[in-house]
Each structure stands twice: as C-alpha cells, then as structure tokens.
C-alpha cells in the first residue's frame, strides 16, 4: 500500500543533538524545529502515551526527521535503534487529502498498522511494509494550517 505525496525522510538515533549537529554541518541546514513531548498512540500493545525528542529540518521540499525515542508507547522506535550514536533511517511519510477514505483503504490491506494518532489537526499512522519496501510507511494528514505551521513545501 504505497499512496500520497512522500514529503519526509525519517531516521532514529540514540542522541538527537549529535544527529542534528553532524547533519547540519554536513549539509548547511540552519533551520531546526523541534518537539519533545507526549502524545497518546494506539500500538499493537494498546493505547497510551509515548514520548519521542524530534527535530524537522527542510531541504528544499523534503523534510528531515531525526527521533530519539524517550519513554512509553515508543517500541517502534526503540526496538530498531543502532548500537552506537548514529543515525538509522527508519521510514518515509506521505501526506494523504482524505483521512477517512484513506484509513477504510487501510482496514482493507494486508500491512499491520503498528502505530497511530492523532487529533482534529493532524492524523498519523505507521504501517509496517519492511517486507515490500524494507522499512515502515507513515502517512499524516493535517489541516492547511498545520502544514504551515510546520514549514510544509
């Protein structure tokens, strides 16, 4: 199930701030939003809160997003960190116009949903496709208003 606009790029690491400096002398980026704090999720294990430290950096119209899990509902993260401080890429993201029509798609499809959330603004969900594409899909859809927010290209 691959459908969308691909917008990001998402990579776990056990040190977010090494990660984002590393990447930013690499490439020049000087723009960093970040984000730590809780949000509550539905995961294979139940519905609870998970806490992740994220930064976001564009690139022209792809986003960078590097997460560092911190505590709760993070397995899909955790599970698959790097031994070492490095980055790892983790998934891609899609938007999607139609949240309700995409999720009956997804109730439809073969691939296990293994994280989602959301609110009125913005929706999110991971599929695990590592055995089509080898890695997982996540696919969000958000108001005009929050897709500025975030700096959306």
């Given at each position: 199930?691959?459908?969308?606009?691909?917008?990001?790029?998402?990579?776990?690491?056990?040190?977010?701030?090494?990660?984002?400096?590393s990447f930013q002398a690499r490439t020049g980026a000087k723009d960093v939003m970040r984000y730590e704090g809780p949000v509550e999720v539905?995961?294979?294990?139940?519905?609870?809160?998970a806490v992740n430290k994220l930064?976001?950096?564009?690139?022209?119209k792809?986003?960078?997003?590097?997460?560092?899990?911190v505590?709760?509902?993070?397995?899909?993260?955790?599970?698959?960190?790097?031994?070492?401080?490095?980055?790892l890429f983790h998934h891609v993201c899609m938007m999607v116009d139609d949240w309700d029509v995409f999720r009956a798609k997804v109730e439809r499809q073969k691939y296990r949903v293994v994280?989602?959330?959301?609110?009125?603004a913005l929706k999110f969900l991971y599929i695990d496709a590592r055995d089509l594409v080898g890695h997982y899909l996540e696919y969000?859809?958000?108001i005009p208003e929050r897709w500025a927010?975030?700096?959306g290209r």
């Open positions: 199930m691959i459908e969308g606009r691909h917008y990001q790029n998402a990579y776990i690491t056990r040190d977010i701030d090494k990660a984002v400096a539905t995961t294979p294990r139940g519905r609870g809160i930064a976001f950096i564009w690139i022209d792809l986003q960078y997003e590097f997460i560092q899990p505590s709760g509902y993070v397995d899909v993260y955790q599970d698959a960190l790097p031994a070492d401080d490095s980055l994280v989602e959330g959301g609110d009125q969000t859809w958000m927010a975030i700096g």
